[in-house]
């Protein structure tokens, strides 16, 4: 096993990552965004973000935790910037440079390997709660922002208690867990919002599921997309259940 904290993990997050590139190039290039977006869902949730931190074009911008990269691919679209990519799995960071042309690392988000003050701006999306090293993560976003730079956060956060079965591997922290981890690693939250993650263009959702089914015919009979699904679908119900919330944060960096 290489660094995420569980074997269903590293297919949702690894294998399925390097399939969906696979799947992408064979449907065109326009299914690259909505296929891309692993977790962080909907095209209204990557606008509040970018209009919180006042993304503007030139600007040194991070995803860190960037998946196969459909969010700094739309960043870069919407907003005229070229963000640097960040993320542990191979595969995934293999598709973010092959699909979005992006420059784009294997690394953790809790040991960067940027000097201090690298970005202008950072988010990092469906990530804190793939990791219990949840202060060493904020701490390193912080250190590699200049101050007063904004962060930009999706986080599932657990409202409730969570009844199992649960993602393996995961570890939703509470809002009141959050706001003091944030504040801990020298952030201060300047705007708040729960994610509508089916607010996207109809088109969006079609995409995605027409890669999801491409990826079924390719290798639906791999015990790998079982687990990735399975690991999806607990996400899914405690959503719908209402015990797990996802949560959209802009916050500055102190000075
Ligand atoms: C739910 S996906 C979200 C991917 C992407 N941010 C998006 O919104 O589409 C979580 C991502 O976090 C990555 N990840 C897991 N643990 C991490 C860590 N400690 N640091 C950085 N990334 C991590 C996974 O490999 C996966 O790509």
Redesign the pocket.
């Known amino acids: 096993m290489s660094?995420?904290s569980s074997e269903a993990?590293e297919s949702e997050?690894?294998t399925v990552?390097g399939w969906t590139e696979e799947a992408v190039r064979a449907l065109g290039a326009e299914h690259a965004v909505p296929a891309?977006?692993?977790?962080?869902g909907s095209e209204g949730a990557l606008r509040w973000l970018a209009d919180a931190l006042a993304v503007r074009p030139g600007q040194r911008v991070l995803?860190?935790?960037?998946?196969?990269g459909?969010?700094a691919g739309w960043l870069a679209a919407a907003r005229g910037v070229r963000p640097v990519c960040?993320?542990?799995?191979g595969e995934?960071v293999h598709a973010s440079r092959a699909l979005f042309g992006l420059p784009s690392v294997v690394?953790?988000?809790?040991a960067l390997p940027f000097r201090d003050g690298s970005f202008d701006a950072a988010w990092?999306?469906?990530?804190v709660c793939?990791?219990e090293?949840k202060a060493e993560?904020l701490g390193e976003l912080r250190r590699v922002l200049v101050p007063g730079g904004p962060l930009g956060l999706?986080v599932f956060a657990a409202v409730a208690p969570l009844p199992p079965p649960l993602p393996e591997g995961n570890s939703f922290p509470t809002p009141d867990e959050l706001d003091a981890l944030l504040a801990g690693a020298g952030f201060t939250v300047t705007a708040t919002a729960t994610a509508d993650l089916s607010d996207s263009p109809p088109e969006w959702q079609e995409r995605a599921d027409a890669v999801d089914a491409e990826v079924e015919r390719r290798h639906g009979t791999d015990p790998r997309w079982a687990e990735a699904q399975e690991q999806s679908r607990r996400v899914g119900r405690l959503i719908g259940d209402g015990v797990l919330e996802p949560r959209l944060i802009a916050a500055v960096a102190s000075t």
């Open positions: 660094e995420l993990m997050f690894g990552a891309g977006c692993r977790g962080s995803d860190s935790g960037a998946g196969v459909g969010p960040a993320e542990p799995m995934a690394a953790l988000s809790q990092c999306l469906g990530v793939t990791t090293e993560l999706l």
